[in-house]
């Protein structure tokens, strides 16, 4: 197991448009999270999922936001019609349950033009 | 509430000098765990070292050190000789489960 995976690892996309970015956590890993970075700042917490259960949604991800983990493994996160806003890295990361830290991903850059 | 401040904004040093970074954290829970992370040009954020709140006692990694100390409610970091491989963006954060609440970073830059 290499890790967690994500792509693509940049997106260029014209504002109003809808985009789809993918995680691949480590395959023992029950839990996954989606974090949120903008420039010049710490990642802030999204969502996350234990196996398929979205457990927790933050009020930054607005109803233009949905993520999916279907069957507990792999995990989408998709924006629709996005604002330049939305520009930021976009960071996966996934642990065992029993929080132990976790192992994140190298980011999906978004930028909105 | 949970609140992580990372005061320095950025830190440049020539190779082989100390540096340290500096957290101060906030919380009301009681169990809590504390994080540093570093974040290098590739955007991957890796994990360094972690202390949960119980463990107040400071210890030594290879060229890491850290300082906790919950009076203060700090959570210190030190790079000991530090290399040109260590500069890099890094993140101190706070979680009591699942949620991490991150600092906004302090860039290290070391110069050869």
């Known amino acids: 197991d290499t890790g967690v995976s994500q792509n693509p690892r940049h997106k260029i996309t014209k504002r109003g448009q809808n985009v789809t970015f993918r995680c691949d956590p480590i395959?023992?890993?029950?839990?996954l999270y989606w974090y949120r970075q903008t420039l010049g700042q710490g990642p802030e917490f999204l969502t996350y999922f234990q196996n398929e259960a979205q457990l927790e949604k933050s009020r930054l991800l607005s109803d233009r936001f949905s993520a999916e983990r279907p069957k507990g493994s792999f995990s989408t996160l998709e924006i629709q019609r996005t604002e330049q806003g939305d520009s930021a890295m976009y960071l996966c990361?996934?642990?065992?349950?029993?929080?132990?830290?976790?192992?994140f991903g190298s980011g999906t850059r978004l930028t909105v033009v | 509430a949970q609140k992580v401040t990372q005061a320095q904004t950025e830190i440049s040093v020539v190779e082989k000098e100390d540096v340290t970074l500096d957290c101060v954290y906030e919380t009301r829970d009681t169990t809590y765990y504390l994080f540093w992370y570093k974040q290098p040009p590739s955007g991957e954020l890796v994990f360094l070292i972690r202390r949960n709140s119980f463990d107040e006692q400071n210890e030594i990694s290879g060229r890491y050190s850290w300082n906790f100390q919950k009076s203060t409610s700090s959570f210190n970091f030190t790079i000991t000789a530090s290399q040109v491989v260590d500069s890099a963006v890094y993140f101190c954060a706070l979680s009591n489960d699942y949620k991490l609440s991150f600092g906004a970073g302090t860039t290290v830059t070391v110069r050869a």
């Open positions: 990361a996934s642990s065992f349950e029993g929080f132990n830290g976790y192992t």
């Open positions: 395959s023992e890993h029950n839990r």
